[in-house]
């Protein structure tokens, strides 16, 4: 994220906090997406994405009158998301459970074959998914969202310790998938 993006979602936070609404609508269409696919990248559900996304908003803004540093908003708006999403999937965990039990059978009973493992990027998608779902988060984090361990840690609740630990262990694990389909 740009320093530029950033000033000015300080500026913005600080009009919210000042009672502006327009700065809040303003913050709202500028975050709103970035707040969906953080949402997705627990659920894997668009619609209960934006749901979550929807339901955070309405905290974010409550609240924002607390944020102590407006520079912050983005890594805290996003721990709002990512707790939210978190209660999400304790909630309807066993009906998630049932959901990708029917799912995984299905996809075996079906002789399905991709003709797009010859696609670099297509074969990283591929291999990033058979990461466990928290090696997944933080390579999204740091790679595509571009934040900082420190705030990653923050985003998602951890010590910047196990940011680092997660980040190495998801390298070492691409590297070890993606030779063993190579000499496999």
């Not at 000033?7 to 502006?20: A, E, I, M, P, R």
């Not at 953080?38 to 955070?56: F, V």
């Not at 924002?64 to 990512?82: E, H, M, R, Y």
């Amino acid at each position: 994220m740009t320093n530029t993006n950033k000033t000015f979602d300080s500026l913005l936070v600080l009009q919210c906090q000042s009672g502006n609404r327009k700065a809040a609508a303003i913050l709202v269409k500028r975050w709103h997406v970035k707040l969906c696919k953080q949402a997705y990248w627990y659920t894997n559900d668009i619609e209960n994405s934006k749901d979550i996304a929807q339901d955070s908003w309405s905290v974010i803004l409550q609240k924002i009158g607390s944020l102590k540093d407006p520079n912050s908003f983005g890594s805290w708006a996003l721990t709002i998301v990512t707790r939210n999403a978190i209660n999400w999937l304790r909630k309807h965990k066993k009906e998630l459970e049932s959901l990708n039990s029917y799912h995984y059978d299905h996809k075996n009973s079906t002789n399905e074959y991709d003709h797009n493992d010859s696609d670099p990027s297509i074969l990283l998608k591929k291999s990033i998914k058979k990461l466990p779902h928290n090696q997944q988060l933080v390579l999204h984090l740091f790679y595509l969202e571009e934040y900082s361990i420190k705030q990653i840690s923050e985003i998602i609740n951890v010590s910047a310790g196990t940011v680092k630990s997660r980040l190495f262990n998801a390298r070492e694990k691409l590297k070890l998938i993606l030779k063993n389909r190579n000499h496999g």
